[in-house]
């Protein structure tokens, strides 16, 4: 199993590149990430997935580990094949994915050339957990969340009067993951004391 190649980029295009490495050119599929990560190196390290079917022996290259992770996933959910999962690549980034996974935004992936609706929840369902930024991404989605949820118990200490300023400072000693009525109960205790 091929892990990576090292060696001269001798031809790029969008959709493939050859790599030459101890005199054999390699070609391989790659996505739009990879191209643009490729597209003014005359060298470089390109991670690798190799199919070998009967009929053919492919390589596809990805310019990190991370979006390779990714791709081996995407190949995994039940109607994504090998150029699909190239072409949810090049219209989403790794993190971007994982994000709209995260976020079960049906609407975003199935906004990808190639899929639809079903199948976009098919990922989602698939994928939920499994992606590298996964995790990342539902920190992201907290800490939003707890955004919303402070902005939330701001709004409600102005509506009983309190300044803005006043409303604001009481919020900065809340903890992150408190629900809008707590909030405002102990918010009203600090601006009492």
């Known amino acids: ?3 990576y190649i090292r060696g001269e980029i001798v031809e ?4 493939q590149m050859v790599i030459e490495c101890a005199g054999i050119g390699y070609g391989l599929n790659i996505s739009l990430t990879t191209y643009s990560a490729f597209d003014k190196c005359g060298e470089g390290k390109v ?3 190799e199919v070998i079917r009967e009929d ?3 390589l596809f290259g990805f310019a990190d580990a991370g979006e390779r992770t990714t791709f081996r996933q995407l190949i995994k959910v039940s109607g994504i094949g090998a150029k ?5 690549l090049s219209a989403l980034s790794s993190d971007e994915l994982a994000q709209a996974v995260a976020q079960e935004d049906v609407k975003r ?3 990808v050339p190639g899929i639809g609706k079903k199948t976009a929840e098919r990922m ?3 994928l939920r957990g499994k992606l590298a930024g996964s995790s990342a991404a539902d920190t992201a989605l907290f800490a939003a969340a707890a955004q919303d949820s402070r902005q939330d118990v701001v709004q409600t200490l102005m509506a009983l009067g309190y300044s803005e300023k006043e409303a604001q400072a009481a919020c900065k000693s809340l903890p992150d993951n408190v629900e809008v009525g707590e909030g405002v109960r102990q918010a009203l205790k600090l601006m009492v004391k």
């Open 1 to 3: 199993m091929i892990e």
């Open 12 to 15: 790029l295009s969008p959709a």
């Open 56 to 58: 053919a022996h492919l």
């Open 109 to 111: 992936l199935s906004s």
């Open 124 to 126: 989602i369902l698939e």
């Open 47 to 49: 991670y690798v997935h």
């Open 84 to 88: 699909t999962a190239l072409g949810i």
